[in-house]
């Protein structure tokens, strides 16, 4: 059991324009689930493959507990990693899968046995144990390369995007069994992800990252609570948060004639930074459908029915001023979808609201 | 398609199957009878196919007319030096090629396929200059060294391609799983490259076993001749002797044959399936 930090560390491909992963600070307490998630190229899997050792690091420094493992090559650093495509050795069967690092380690043949025996049971693999990874189904190769990690006892579980190779189905229930088995071996696991489902029931906290740079690490409601700035309010979410340019006015931000309700402090800090042009982003869910004087009137493009939910598509067009079209998602009520073509009206909720500052996309208090 | 069609396929599908069979297999036929034949029936016109006294003694005389024993030492020995020299340094250069990407990678890929281009018999006399210069006239250490450069091109090649089909992942494991890399290379990667190993030890040993022009300009006594330079010797000024010639050719063959229906079952695809994904 360890923490885990990185300190400036930075890893800058030869030949590319910036780093892949740009002076990380993060700091990953002990028996902590940290998820690191962020669009394809983003440096998620770089930072876990620095941590992991199979990534040089060009500047800054890595540390596990108390040791600096930056120059130390990945077997000195007693960290266990999940693979996306499990890396199961083809020519051991399982049980010599999940034993093969006790036995480099020079244990005695009983130990292994005990502790695979005992990692197998954890997992359900008691059957299989004899066989080769080739005749596994998906969910069991990933339960073996789960195993191979936990039979270890490592310092740290890195894993890099565990759940991609499954179907949907048993991604979901492999996903709350992992979550489960690290919170009862409390082993501090760091988990690269690109789907933010995974990321916002998994993690204790969730480090977003864009163009190598962490964007905002916090709790998952923090993310969706509080986005840093318009990437993390953009990214964090399903359907995405409805985010629009518009104008301050003195009843909160106008988007092309539909007002969104914006406090009285995100008001003035907005307006004392510069011209009062803000970006407005405010969820699906916080959107009413309301009665005809109340709210403005939009075309329904669109409606997604999903059992528990339903998600409306709906456009504007502005004023004539400035004509063009604005969409916007709104959650309705799932029992009395209106119908596509259908004219409804909006009003997005008071306090539901985020503002970012348009030329720095950062988020404006308030 | 209609049951008697898929009847029909299948019968013409096997007919042929026969015929290459029979096109492939008819030189050794025909040699094999020779050598069953005495010498005067050789040359008896109109010739027949099969030998009208069969000579199965033909086969134990070559022994004791050509030193047919030391001949075969000598192939032996060279070919399978050959193998493991042009194998011991192939591996390493096809596992760095596959694993590791270096500036003039391609260009040293490139390079290795060029050498396969010049065949041995336009390089013999530079070969054979090379060899006198450095004294190795008539020695086993020039064939072994010729045989096994020749082949150098073609294992390192397979062996690349092999190497670089294993993932990448696996390796990675390994490592985390406490193997340095050598220890990664010899218990992960060594393992799952067996075919390809197989396929540069057949394909080495084949050539350097049949290897006739190169040991024919630098050895000069039956101590260091192979047995496809010895044969030549039954080849005579004025006349050849076809019976003892091919009973001593299929002597040389049989070994060949045992070693590949030997090693043949290494040859099994799919060893990495179920690894990733």
């Known amino acids: ?366 | 398609m209609t049951v008697p069609a898929a009847m029909m396929r299948k019968v013409l599908l096997t007919a042929c199957a026969w015929l290459v069979a029979l096109v492939v297999l008819a030189p050794y036929v025909q040699m094999l009878l020779t050598a069953l034949k005495p010498h005067e029936e050789l040359f008896a016109s109109p010739p027949g196919y099969l030998p009208e006294s069969w000579q199965f003694g033909n086969f134990l005389e070559v022994w004791r007319v050509a030193p047919i024993w030391e001949y075969l030492r000598n192939t032996v020995l060279i070919a399978g030096l050959s193998t493991v020299l042009a194998v011991a340094v192939a591996l390493p250069a096809a596992y760095y090629t596959a694993r590791r990407r270096f500036r003039g990678r391609r260009m040293f890929l490139l390079l290795v396929l060029v050498t396969q281009m010049f065949a041995p018999t336009a390089l013999v006399i530079g070969i054979h200059r090379e060899m006198l210069a450095l004294g190795l006239i008539d020695t086993y250490a020039a064939l072994i060294l010729v045989n096994a450069a020749f082949n150098l091109a073609f294992s390192t090649w397979i062996l690349h391609a092999y190497f670089s089909s294993i993932p990448v992942e696996l390796e990675e494991a390994a490592w985390l799983d406490g193997c340095g890399t050598l220890q990664a290379l010899l218990r992960v990667t060594l393992p799952l490259a067996v075919p390809g190993v197989v396929t540069a030890v057949i394909f080495t040993f084949i050539t350097a076993w049949n290897e006739f022009v190169v040991a024919l300009t630098l050895t000069s006594t039956p101590e260091t001749q192979p047995l496809t330079v010895g044969i030549t010797a039954f080849i005579g000024q004025y006349e050849v002797q076809w019976q003892y010639l091919f009973a001593a050719s299929l002597i040389a063959i049989v070994p060949v044959v045992a070693l590949f229906a030997y090693i043949e079952r290494f040859l099994v695809s799919g060893l990495t399936a179920g690894s990733v994904k």
């Open chain 1, 1 to 366: 059991m360890a923490t885990v930090h990185y300190d400036g560390a930075t890893r800058w491909y030869q030949g590319t324009e910036r780093p892949a992963v740009d002076s990380l600070d993060l700091r990953i307490d002990d028996g902590e689930f940290l998820v690191l998630i962020g669009p394809s190229g983003c440096g998620k899997s770089t930072s876990l493959r620095m941590l992991a050792g199979l990534e040089d690091v060009d500047a800054g420094r890595v540390r596990i507990g108390e040791t600096d493992v930056t120059a130390l090559p990945p077997k000195q650093r007693d960290i266990a990693m999940v693979f996306q495509n499990y890396a199961l050795y083809p020519h051991m069967n399982v049980a010599d899968n999940m034993g093969f690092a006790l036995k480099i380690a020079g244990r005695s043949k009983d130990e292994i046995r005990q502790r695979v025996r005992d990692a197998a049971q954890l997992l359900d693999l008691e059957d299989y144990l004899d066989r080769k990874p080739k005749a596994l189904s998906g969910g069991q190769r990933q339960r073996v390369a789960m195993g191979r990690a936990i039979v270890r006892q490592p310092q740290v579980f890195c894993m890099d995007e565990p759940l991609s190779n499954l179907d949907a189905k048993l991604r979901v229930s492999t996903r709350t069994q992992i979550a489960a088995l690290q919170r009862r071996l409390g082993t501090t696991t760091v988990y690269v992800t690109h789907d933010q489902v995974e990321a916002m029931t998994m993690g204790d906290r969730v480090a977003l990252l864009d163009e190598g740079v962490v964007q905002q690490c916090g709790t998952p409601r923090e993310l969706y609570e509080r986005p840093a700035n318009v990437f993390v309010a953009g990214f964090i979410g399903s359907p995405a948060m409805n985010l629009r340019q518009g104008r301050l006015t003195e009843h909160g931000a106008d988007i092309g004639g539909m007002t969104v309700p914006v406090s009285r402090q995100a008001r003035a800090t907005a307006a004392s930074d510069g011209d009062g042009a803000v970006t407005v982003g405010f969820r699906p869910e916080a959107i009413d459908l309301v009665g005809e004087d109340e709210g403005v009137a939009a075309t329904v493009t669109l409606v997604e029915e999903l059992g528990s939910d339903a998600y409306c598509y709906t456009t504007f067009r502005e004023r004539e001023s400035a004509p063009g079209e604005v969409d916007v998602v709104a959650r309705i009520d799932p029992r009395k979808p209106p119908a596509k073509g259908e004219t409804v009206h909006l009003r997005v909720r008071p306090d539901e609201t985020h503002v970012f500052s348009t030329a720095t996309g950062a988020r404006i208090p308030g």
